[in-house]
């Protein structure tokens, strides 16, 4: 069974250009989660969705960050612009619903800003 | 507010030892579960083991066991006969059940690695 699957797993771009990360939940997963990962801040919540709608998205830094879940297949994190404080690995997850037990983690995606 | 508190950034064993992993959480909440994950060098997230907060026996899952003290509020993670695969970082979690909002606060990790 394919798991949680990102794209792209490393990006570098340049400080103001847009970055989109994209992640495919594992199929029948009714809740998804986009974290980043830093060495200062350790792994910390974004936001999340339940049946596609954003439930809590109080983790989102400011506005240059968006986050969209069109589909319950696919959903996409936005940076606009981006900047160097941005690089971090930014990780997707998803679960059967919002309060199971187990959330799946899809490999990251690392992203450096300069 | 949730927390979750790791206070060891780093520990050794020796291979085929037991380790304990430490952590103690705060939480206002009745019911609520912890988790333990590990990350190894590679980065994935791999989820290792889960209590609930009215569960009466600790989990286990395979050499993994947690040592669950509800009073004191600690959620300590045993590996048993420890591998040389067993190196990672391993994070404890709570799940946050706040205001119809369901989110894991993870703790600051601990680096384990396995002496051959």
């Known amino acids: 069974d394919a798991g949680v699957i990102q794209s792209p797993r490393h990006e570098v771009t340049e400080m103001g250009q847009e970055v989109t990360l994209r992640c495919k939940p594992i199929s029948g997963h009714n809740s998804l989660f986009w974290y980043r990962q830093t060495m200062m801040r350790g792994l910390e919540l974004l936001i999340y969705f339940n049946n596609n709608v954003p439930i809590d998205d109080s983790g989102m830094p400011e506005d240059r960050f968006s986050a969209k879940m069109p589909n319950a297949s696919f959903s996409t994190l936005k940076i606009q612009p981006s900047e160097p404080r941005d690089s971090a690995v930014y990780f997707c997850?998803?679960?059967?619903?919002?309060?199971?037990?187990?959330?799946?983690f899809g490999p990251g995606t690392r992203l450096t800003v300069t | 507010a949730q927390k979750i508190t790791q206070t060891q950034p780093g520990m050794f064993v020796q291979e085929k030892e037991a380790v304990t992993l430490d952590c103690t959480y705060d939480?206002?909440?009745?019911?609520?579960?912890l988790f333990w994950y590990k990350q190894p060098s590679s980065g994935e997230m791999i989820f290792l083991i889960y209590q609930g907060s009215y569960d009466q026996q600790n989990a286990t899952e395979g050499r993994y066991s947690l040592n669950f003290q509800k009073a004191r509020k600690s959620a300590n993670l045993v590996i048993s006969a420890s591998q040389l695969g067993d190196s990672a970082m391993y994070f404890c979690a709570i799940l946050d059940r706040m205001d119809s909002s369901y989110k894991l606060i993870f703790g600051s990790g601990t680096r384990l690695l396995v002496r051959p």
């Open positions: 939480t206002s909440d009745p019911s609520y579960g």
């Open positions: 997850a998803s679960s059967l619903h919002q309060g199971a037990y187990e959330q799946y």
